[in-house]
């Protein structure tokens, strides 16, 4: 595998974990929206990974799929049910007094965000290490 190819495939990651924090910072900001524009409490995002294949590799008799990185393959909507409050007072109440607040859970949010900003660390250690070693090529060649 080339430096280029590891630069490819940290990159995504890159991408890929950047966006996974970006929902996590969003699940948390949303975290008491009990109304939003399409009607009742907002609903965690998560994001679901695939990899990137590349062309197959011939690997002596057999043929194998090479990965590539990793893409966003989508963004789901949990669908567990929202949490009920009690609070009459609130305007979002319900004619029982209830209030639907979002599915989300911040220590759930904030491990995932630690998660994320972990795999993002990796990758870019991981380019730092490619760049290196590049280098050290290069000094290799000029002698």
Known sequence: MGVFSVLRI????????RLRMTVA???IANAETTNTPTGGPYRRTSVVFSPIQQSPLSVGARTESAAGGVQVHSMIQDQAPPRMVHDPNNPDADPDGNVAYPNVDLV????DMLAASRAYEASVTMINVSKSMAQ???EIGRL
Request: glycine share 6%; no cysteine; net charge neutral.
């Open 25 to 27: 910072a969003s699940n």
């Open 136 to 138: 050290k090529a290069l």
């Open 10 to 17: 940290a990159g995504s990651a890159l991408t890929a974990q």
């Open 108 to 111: 759930t949010e904030m491990s």
